[in-house]
């Protein structure tokens, strides 16, 4: 018997956080493609928005635009939605009291990263309390609750009470995340230097990469910095060792430029301690590029031996022999981690999961 697998795309219209919006976008085309004989996908999306995404069966598009829609959903509010297997790509997800042994109601929810819980200081106050208001009720009405890494599935459970309820499915890089064909064009747009490593991460822990950068005397490209940071990382950059002109703070970059970008990177540093899917991590591995990354618990689930794993300070000896005589070593290993994820495999597990709710 088929079933109809219901998915919400709530950023169609209003992207809130670009990675999450491509990665729903990525997993639905997934699921399509891979769906079981006889099963569809249904997409569920605010008001105002439009679904190009071929294959998809239905669209239900909501009376409340995406603002509004996270509100009534926080406060356990989601008319219009009906039921059957609802499964959401993020934590903006319809969960409401339900019945899934007598009506095969399923809601299931993804959480890609705990800063609201380890680091709230790098989110809104408004954000902060929104995540953990929506984890209070996954632990209530969630039939299942997915993370993308082993070591959150752990840590997860400090924040909520969801027993078995937590599954592992891992996320990948961008479908078609490839160096584009004008890439040196895009690099001289975007002012680059010749020669740098990339970095990226929550902006307290940048400075290990700076560091790391000044003892391997090469530049460093920022990427994700949020707007008005770039004096203050440019000042943590020179404290760090590495003159100004040498830091290139850059904003968020469309998928095209960020390959563009890691495309020529000697290598890319990921200081990161915090739980969260490491996105930029797995772009860099994509497109080969040799990773040096924190030694975290999340680094060591996705990265794995496809990069080098170093503590905070030993990172700058490693960045030294990544751009130096571990480069091949560790460009073949980035290449080779890289084919250990994939959308096509994310979503034949969420068949799995709600095969077996």
């Given at each position: 018997m088929?079933?109809?697998?219901?998915v919400?795309?709530?950023?169609?219209?209003?992207?809130?956080?670009?990675?999450?919006?491509?990665?729903a976008r990525?997993?639905?085309a997934?699921l399509?493609?891979s769906?079981?004989?006889?099963?569809?996908v249904e997409v569920?999306?605010?008001a105002?928005?439009?679904?190009?995404i071929?294959?998809v069966?239905e669209v239900r598009?909501l009376?409340?635009g995406?603002?509004?829609l996270?509100?009534s959903?926080?406060?356990?509010i989601a008319?219009?939605v009906g039921?059957?297997?609802i499964?959401?790509?993020?934590l903006?997800?319809?969960?409401i009291?339900?019945d899934?042994?007598h009506?095969?109601?399923?809601?299931?929810?993804?959480v890609?990263?705990?800063?609201?819980?380890e680091?709230?200081?790098?989110?809104?106050k408004?954000?902060v309390?929104w995540?953990?208001?929506m984890?209070?009720r996954?632990?209530?009405?969630?039939?299942a609750?997915?993370?993308?890494?082993?070591a959150?599935a752990?840590?997860?459970?400090?924040?909520a009470?969801?027993g078995?309820?937590?599954?592992?499915?891992?996320?990948?890089?961008?479908?078609?995340f490839?160096?584009p064909?004008?890439?040196a064009?895009r690099r001289e747009t975007?002012s680059?230097?010749?020669?740098?490593?990339?970095l990226?991460g929550p902006e307290?822990e940048?400075?290990?990469?700076?560091r790391?950068?000044a003892a391997?005397?090469?530049?460093?490209v920022?990427?994700?910095?949020?707007?008005g940071a770039e004096?203050?990382?440019?000042?943590m950059a020179s404290a760090a060792?590495?003159p100004?002109?040498?830091a290139?703070?850059?904003?968020r970059?469309a998928?095209?430029d960020?390959a563009?970008?890691f495309g020529s990177a000697a290598?890319f540093?990921a200081p990161s301690?915090?739980?969260?899917?490491?996105w930029?991590?797995?772009e860099?591995?994509?497109?080969?590029?040799?990773?040096?990354a924190a030694?975290s618990?999340?680094h060591?689930?996705v990265?794995?031996e496809?990069?080098a794993l170093v503590?905070?300070d030993e990172m700058?000896d490693?960045v030294?022999?990544a751009?130096?005589?571990g480069?091949r070593?560790l460009?073949?290993?980035?290449a080779d981690r890289?084919?250990?994820?994939s959308?096509a495999?994310?979503?034949?597990?969420?068949?799995?999961?709600?095969?077996?709710?």
């Open positions: 088929g079933a109809q697998l219901r919400v795309l709530d950023q169609i219209a209003t992207v809130v956080d670009a990675d999450q919006a491509q990665a990525d997993l639905v997934g399509v493609t769906a079981p004989s006889g099963c569809t569920i999306i605010p105002g928005g439009e679904v190009d071929a294959g069966a598009s009376r409340l995406r603002r509004e996270a509100t959903w926080q406060m356990g008319p219009g039921g059957g297997l499964h959401a790509p993020s903006m997800a319809p969960l009291k339900h899934r042994v009506d095969n109601d399923q809601v299931a929810l993804t890609w990263g705990l800063s609201a819980w680091a709230p200081q790098n989110l809104s408004s954000n309390a995540q953990r208001g984890l209070r996954a632990a209530k009405h969630a039939d609750v997915v993370v993308p890494t082993h959150m752990e840590k997860i459970k400090d924040f009470k969801l078995d309820r937590v599954r592992v499915i891992a996320g990948a890089a961008p479908e078609g490839v160096m064909l004008d890439a064009r975007l680059l230097p010749e020669r740098y490593l990339v990226a307290s940048l400075e290990h990469g700076f790391a950068a391997a005397d090469i530049d460093v920022v990427l994700d910095a949020v707007e004096p203050r990382l440019v000042e060792g590495l100004e002109r040498r290139h703070v850059r904003g970059l998928a095209s960020r563009a970008v290598a540093v301690s915090v739980s969260a899917w490491p930029r991590a797995m860099a591995l994509t497109l080969q590029v040799p990773v040096v030694n618990g999340v060591r689930d990265i794995a496809g990069g503590a905070h700058a490693a030294v022999d751009i130096g005589a480069e070593r460009r073949v290993l980035a890289a084919k250990a994820f959308w495999s994310a979503a034949e597990r969420v068949w799995a999961l709600h095969a077996e709710l």
